[in-house]
C-alpha cells in the first residue's frame, strides 16, 4: 500500500467516525437523551463491532435498523441502569454528608467499580452475543469481575479522552462517542477472545 492509498483509506475511516459520532448525538437527542440515549449507544456499538471486525453494511440503514427494533428492549435497560445509578450517587453523598458513613466509602468504591465495570462491557455484549434479556446482565457482569483490567483500560482511555477534549474541546461533538465505543469494543472483543480460547482449551484438555 502506498502513502497515498493509506492517507486515503484513513480519511475514509475518519469521516466514517465522525458521521458515525453524529448519528449517535442525532438518534439520542431524538429520544430526548433520556429515552434515546440506549438505543443509539446500542446501534452506535453495532457499527463499531462492524469496523473493528471489517464487516461491510451501510453504516445509516443499519444504525436506524437497530435503533428502531431495539428501541423498547434497550430503554429496559436504561430504566434498570438509570435506578441503580441514581441509588448509587445517594450512597455517595449520603457518605460524604455523614462523617459516621464513611467507613462504607471504600466498598461503595468496590460496588461502583463493579457496576460501571458492567456498564462498559454491557453494550459490547449486546452487540456481540444473543441472550435473554437478563442474562445480557449477568454475562456483562461476569466479564466485569473475570476481566478487570479491561474495566481499568477503559476507565484510563476516558481520563485520557477527557484530557484531549479539554485541550480541543471543538472535537467533542466530532468524535466523543464514536472514539469511546471503538476503544470500549476493542478491548471488550479482545477479553471474549481470550475467555473463547480459555473455554476452548479446557475444552480440550477435559
Known amino acids: 500500500m502506498s502513502f497515498w492509498d493509506g492517507f486515503y483509506s484513513f480519511g475514509v475511516k475518519l469521516l466514517k467516525i465522525i458521521y458515525l459520532n453524529f448519528l449517535w448525538l442525532f438518534f439520542s437527542a431524538i ?28 453504516i ?25 445509578l441514581f441509588i448509587l450517587a445517594i450512597d455517595f453523598y449520603a457518605i460524604y454528608t455523614f462523617e459516621s458513613l464513611s467507613i462504607l466509602l471504600i466498598p461503595t468504591f468496590i460496588i461502583a467499580f463493579i457496576i ?48 484531549v477534549f479539554n485541550i480541543m474541546p471543538g472535537a467533542i461533538p466530532l468524535f466523543i462517542g464514536s472514539v469511546l465505543s471503538l476503544l470500549i469494543m476493542k478491548f471488550s472483543l479482545r477479553s471474549f477472545k481470550k475467555i473463547e480460547q480459555r473455554k476452548l482449551s479446557e475444552a480440550v484438555s477435559v
Open 31 to 58: 429520544g430526548l437523551f433520556v429515552f434515546g440515549l440506549f438505543p443509539a449507544t446500542i446501534a452506535l456499538f453495532t457499527i463499531t463491532r462492524q469496523l473493528l471486525l471489517d464487516i461491510e453494511k451501510p
Open 60 to 84: 445509516t440503514q443499519t444504525f436506524w435498523e437497530v435503533y428502531k427494533n431495539e428501541w423498547l428492549k434497550g430503554n429496559g435497560y436504561a430504566v434498570i441502569s438509570y435506578i441503580i
Open 116 to 163: 460501571f465495570g458492567t456498564l462498559f462491557f454491557f453494550f459490547p455484549v449486546y452487540v456481540h452475543f444473543d441472550l435473554a434479556f437478563f442474562a445480557m446482565i449477568k454475562q456483562a457482569f461476569l466479564f466485569t469481575i473475570t476481566s478487570p483490567f479491561t474495566v481499568v483500560l477503559n476507565v484510563l482511555s476516558i481520563i485520557f479522552i477527557y484530557f
